[in-house]
């Protein structure tokens, strides 16, 4: 569908300039530098030539075919200039030109005007206000764009929504010599969207691993969707800015369509297994790893080292980052001893020391290759003055070649002297990811290892629980929503509840003292009596709320009580439930995210949500597994198993909870917002005992 | 002192070497390729010449003075080496030889024969097992060292334990273009310590910053001392490893002295005003920021950005660094509009836009020179190719020129071409820190701000108590000493407590039922009884605590079921408490640290530190401001204010005990272990209701 646009056989530029540093003028020169093996047709209403090239005055003039146009024209002549892209034939357009939605009104009506003509002529328009596309095919080479960077081939494909952190991204690429295969950077991205980029690249065959950058996405479940299949086949590295509140309102005011600090961009990449980083350096230091090394199958890693220092640092690094260093066996320590110096520690990390030599560092490494303790192999070799350096780096690259276990090397050197950069130029080409520090690099190995672990993490399927009464849950919301009540009752919440087979304390709603005391005498003492009247919203702070109560006349006088002081707000009701003390308090919340469905929150009650804000959060639907991280990664997890000889909760019951909630969510999307707060937890179950919807 | 070392007029190499790459023969060489102004010595038993110099075979043929001499011999041989430097009047030694205390007995035996020579001949050791010094000094030029990293004369001094980090620290900041003016890797460190080293760089006029490498201190007390001094004047920038417990076991293999993870280092960095760095690269890419910036004076940064992205990945970084990026004022904002393109965006990030020139950032750069509002600049200056990119480094430079505020620029470009180098060399010789992507700059800009917190925080000096009665506290110690109990009896703890002045819940010691019920009615009901008997380590596991006992009778049945019970252990004694029911429980905790004195630990007792570990640490003695830091440092601090309707407790109140328990540990360090757990905390005060003393 794409390959007009990242493919094009033959590119005009609608906008050609002669003025040097113009963007009319840089983007041909870019094509020309950089070898595009097409057609160029410049159009200019002027010049007879551009950057060399005949220039034309119109589309139809063009004797050949044409795939794909730039247009850099001011924003009022855009729509003429892409229905003579429509009617010359050509597939996709790359509108370089601003002044559209990111400009207010009179820019938006123009960008929609522009996109009906081009949906009308089948054109996939890419931008507006964008920077473009490169493919670094050799035998394309198509740069259409105006940045300064120029990639060498490669199997990473970067997808930006700013262009300028796109341009920074592919110029650390160039900067580590990492190859590149795709670049795209939207801009505004009225048609040609994210998901569809990565999809494209998904399906290149040579793309290895995609990294994205993001601020926010216009559809996230068009994105979740697309991306969960990709991510699912090549790994996708992303970072997400915009993630403290002044980041997210630089964003906004930077691509005008988002706002807040958004949440669920990281639980999207989490749910479908995207590798998340907080910094674009890291992500790019990273991708130097992904795009020669396999993915290291468990978090054991063996160390070799010829100086100490680093490896220090490397071994707090890797620990931080999830990875063990494990003791080598018996057999390996003895298989060291007869390559080693005397001097070497045999040990995980194995000090070589600053004297070893080709056959001391392949000596370790044939080691680390053959131990079954040892899943990946980090390197600290420093080029010592007094041994072969180029020696050693050979020794690296023949067992690198193996490709038997992710390897991955910090590398010190002074690249100043020709001596090392020969040493540098035997590792790069022998395919090894090297790094200037033991952090950079332990930090590459730990992102391997990360996504090893998000490969091999199968979130499965939501369960989808019998006996649930749809019907009749989506009958009472439609009810509401026909009343014009957006809050629900408490009796329309727990019969929603039950409804979805969410436990509940017993409970019953009653119009007066009698009523209550029957209810009270059925459900069993003692009880919560809660007064139920839409006109009162703050029921604990108006007396409306009386707990433990323990015997039919505690009911009685307490439901007379709130009738005398709080009858005059409305038509009372006594909501009466089963009083459930001792219990560990839970809270489970859910709220509806715009265009992507629900987000479920899960934490413990009281001060935990309150003052430790100890929560955490997924996007519904939740499957067991995910349900089962959320209880297991809040700070306080180990209240759930019991402390100071308290018993632990049914932790296998607020799975099954959570789920049933995201079952709801996701049968009835047209909850705005659930609160169940608290939940009680008991060893032996658990139970809603206050809850709120709105819809 | 160590002028010999670091500013040496002659240099002997004893072990000189005709061996190319071998050391005797590197630190001749790198003394020659440095240009090491003064005369050097080769030595060697055969060689009449070593790398064109004339070589002698003992130190007393060298005709002239020599000040330093370097001994790469084998390690049975450097005694009587050093014993000829003695007579030869040299005043300085760097031992690069091996074999040492890092190797067993042997080598120790070896290190401390040379080491009492040398004391004898007042030389001072650097080493053994260790690389060197240099001094970039262009008047001298000492390029004591093997390693292979020739620095441009600067103005930060580095200091390395690990030789390794000290090449690889050497090496970024040459990499990142910034000058160095001493270096130091000590190794064994014998003789010239850190903390020595540290002062020398504190009282070198030329050193403006210094860049500290550690995995912990043999002294942390003479550390804390000296480097607290040095850090009230420069600039200290620090880097800790061994941070996890297989880090620390790394360390502890390659140093052989230190074990275990050492929170004490971070803790003197924490008390000096030392900036500690968990990141190599983040730690020598803010060194740049601090050779050439002023330090900011508060926390408010302006950021001037020609492209999106980074100026929310750097908003994003810069909030997380405790910066804060506000409103322009209206005056900035209407100054703005003279100077920017209409399609700016006069905000906080100011977007001049991609085709902004030198007006447009000078205009800008000025506005936020001037605005009251702003204490440092951050730039993003990405180089676009159609903009003259020259003029707007010009621009940057000429701003930076005024020092009137810091300015930290994010510099995207491609070095690889030649127009932009020139650029780049504007910003260099201007003496603007640029880095290759918003996080590296703004965690640079980062680093500057929270070294501002540092100066600007004054700890204060340790509050003296008046009314202490040390002496008795110290005689309850000696005679616990005397009759060789480690853990102190209750009373003896109490009675300890209230000699410092520590609120105590009234108690008394008593041998029977008759008399716990006396001491009962005297303390007042209800009270805690808690048997009290060396020979029972459990106490609450063994039924010998009981609570909340509200009368005579209830005191009296306590005893004589306690005396029935667990009298055969041994003579029962019975502590009788006031209980204090419905406090915040808080626990106080000291532990003796190797050579350092106390450490301190304050949290909220119970679940808080069993299960949330929510713990923070000092060093004693501890300040007032300390102490507040403590309180407002746990996770849970605000629960000391009160939530959920509960009244706040006593802060001022935790603060006085926080510190009297400093005090009673200054005076007494013969205390190992002390625990207070919990003290109840109310609004109105606060009281220690359990004790522990070990001794």
């Known amino acids: 569908m794409l390959d007009a646009l990242f493919k094009p056989r033959a590119i005009a530029i609608v906008g050609a300039s002669v003025k040097e540093l113009s ?15 097409g057609p160029i047709y410049p159009l200019n209403p002027n010049a ?37 892209c429509g009617k010359k034939g050509i597939k996709a ?14 820019g938006a009506r123009l960008q929609a005007e522009f996109l009906a003509i081009a949906k009308e002529y089948g054109i996939r328009l890419f931008g507006p206000n964008c920077q473009g596309i490169i493919n670094s095919d050799p035998a394309l080479k198509a740069y259409c764009n105006f940045t300064f960077t120029y990639p060498e081939p490669g199997h990473i494909s970067v997808v930006a929504l700013s262009g300028g952190v796109g341009a920074l991204i592919m110029q650390a690429l160039a900067d580590l010599g990492i190859g590149q295969r795709l670049y795209a950077s939207n801009g505004n991205a009225c048609d040609v969207s994210i998901p569809e980029i990565v999809r494209y690249y998904g399906d290149d065959a040579e793309t290895r691993a995609i990294i994205l950058y993001t601020e926010g996405f216009s559809n996230p479940r068009e994105f979740l969707e697309t991306a969960r299949e990709i991510a699912a086949r090549k790994p996708i590295l992303a970072m997400k800015a915009g993630r403290t509140e002044q980041g997210a309102k630089a964003a906004s005011s930077h691509t005008g369509s988002l706002a807040g600090v958004d949440i669920a961009t990281e639980l999207i990449f989490e749910k479908i297994g995207i590798l998340p980083f907080a910094d674009e350096g890291e992500m790019v230091r990273a991708a130097m790893a992904f795009s020669s090394q396999p993915i ?36 390996s320590i003895e298989t060291l001893k007869t390559t080693q110096f005397p001097e070497a520690a045999l040990e995980n990390p194995i000090d070589v020391v600053a004297t070893a030599g080709g056959p001391q560092f392949r000596g370790a490494l044939d080691v680390l290759i053959e131990e079954d303790g040892v899943d990946s192999i980090f390197i600290n070799f420093v080029t010592a003055p007094f041994t072969d350096t180029h020696e ?17 090397c910090n590398f010190m050197t002074d690249l100043s002297q020709e001596r090392f950069q020969i040493t540098m130029r035997i590792l790069k080409e022998g395919g090894v990811p090297f790094y200037a520090n033991p952090s950079d690099a332990a930090k590459s190995l730990g992102a391997l290892h990360k996504f090893g672990q998000l490969k091999r993490r199968d979130i499965g399927q939501p369960t989808r629980f019998a006996g649930i009464d749809t019907a009749k849950a989506a009958s009472i919301i439609e009810k509401a929503r026909q009343e014009g009540r957006s809050v629900l009752s408490a009796s329309d919440v727990y019969t929603i509840f039950e409804a979805y087979g969410i436990p509940v304390a017993g409970w019953a709603v009653t119009a007066n003292a009698a009523e209550a005391v029957r209810a009270a005498d059925r459900i069993g003492y003692p009880v919560v009596v809660k007064v139920d009247c839409e006109e009162i919203d703050h029921k604990s702070d108006m007396g409306g709320v009386a707990i433990n109560l323990r015997d039919a006349e505690a009911v009685r006088s307490t439901v007379e009580d709130m009738q005398a002081r709080l009858g005059k707000f409305g038509t009372l009701r006594f909501f009466v439930q089963k009083f459930l003390p001792g219990g560990r308090e839970l809270i489970i919340g859910a709220a509806a995210e715009r265009e992507l469905g629900h987000l479920v929150m899960f934490g413990l009650g009281g001060i935990y949500v309150e003052v430790l804000k100890d929560v955490v959060f997924k996007i519904a639907p939740v499957t067991h597994l995910e349900a089962g991280e959320m209880l297991a990664s809040i700070k306080t997890a180990a209240l759930l198993d019991g402390v100071r000889g308290e018993p632990g909760v049914d932790k296998e019951a607020i799975i099954n909870l959570i789920q049933r909630v995201s079952q709801l969510l996701t049968d009835l999307p047209m909850i705005q917002e659930m609160d169940m707060n608290p939940i009680m937890a008991f060893a032996d179950g658990v139970f809603a005992v206050d809850g709120r919807i709105r819809i």
């Open 48 to 84: 007879p030539e551009v950057c060399g090239l005949k220039a034309y005055k119109t589309l139809d003039e063009i004797p050949g075919p044409v795939d794909l146009a730039h247009v850099i024209i001011p924003a009022p002549m855009v729509p003429q200039a892409i229905l003579e």
């Open 23 to 37: 963007i009319g003028n840089v983007i041909i020169r870019n094509l020309q530098k950089y070898g595009y093996t």
């Open 296 to 331: 290291p199958t468990g978090n054991r890693v063996g160390i070799i080292t010829n100086t100490g220092g680093p490896a220090v640092i490397a071994t707090d690094v890797l620990v931080a980052c999830g990875l063990d260093v494990p003791k080598l066996s018996e057999k």
């Open 93 to 106: 357009v790359i509108i370089n030109s601003a002044g559209f939605s990111e400009m207010g009104e009179e």
């Open 392 to 408: 050693v780096a050979r020794q690296i690259v023949e067992v690198n070649k193996l490709a038997r276990k992710p390897i991955v």
